[in-house]
């Protein structure tokens, strides 16, 4: 049995219309590990492959993205008619412009700042509380270095 046959009966990861960023890095690994990226990010590469294998890559591309979003993003992508269609879609009406995510970035780096040590909670606790922030504001292009995180938890 191939080990990666298992893999395809896996759910892809769910995009609701929130943390689009998040969703993009999971179900980009989702797609490469399925071999179905190049539908997305490159078209012409597909066009050399015979058409009805094309074909097929396209169609189980377009399955997967169907299946990770939620009922009311699948509403607004059904009609779109390609693979690439879909993904530039949902990056233009979900990731945001740059003034977006600069805002998303600030507010989140607030929120980090204003994280304190609560003494009914563990150092471990409040270390995943800061790593889950600085993992979102990476998330959205911005750097958060390790040793002013590291300095906060100090």
């Known amino acids: 049995m191939e080990g990666g046959s298992n ?5 892809p990861p769910v995009f609701d219309g929130d943390n689009y960023q998040m969703w993009v ?4 690994t989702y797609l490469e590990a399925l ?3 190049e539908a997305v990010e490159n078209p012409t590469v597909a066009q050399i492959k015979s058409q009805k294998e ?3 890559k396209k169609s ?3 399955t997967c993205l169907f299946a990770a979003v939620s009922p009311m993003v699948f509403t607004r992508i059904m009609p779109l008619k390609s693979v690439k269609e879909i993904w530039d879609y949902l990056k233009v009406e979900y ?3 740059e003034r977006i995510r600069g805002m998303q970035t600030l507010n989140l780096i607030r929120e980090f700042e204003l994280q304190r040590m609560k003494e009914s909670k563990s150092v471990k606790e409040y270390s995943d ?3 889950s922030i600085a993992n979102k504001v990476r998330l959205l ?3 958060l270095k390790d040793s002013r995180i590291v300095e906060k938890l100090l």
Request: a positive charge; charged letters at 35%; glycine letters at 8%.
């Open 7 to 11: 893999f395809s009966a896996m759910a």
């Open 25 to 28: 890095v999971r179900m980009k």
């Open 35 to 37: 071999d179905l990226w």
């Open 54 to 56: 094309k074909k097929i």
């Open 60 to 62: 189980k591309a377009k």
């Open 95 to 97: 990731e945001g412009d």
């Open 129 to 131: 509380r800061l790593l």
């Open 141 to 143: 292009g911005f750097v």
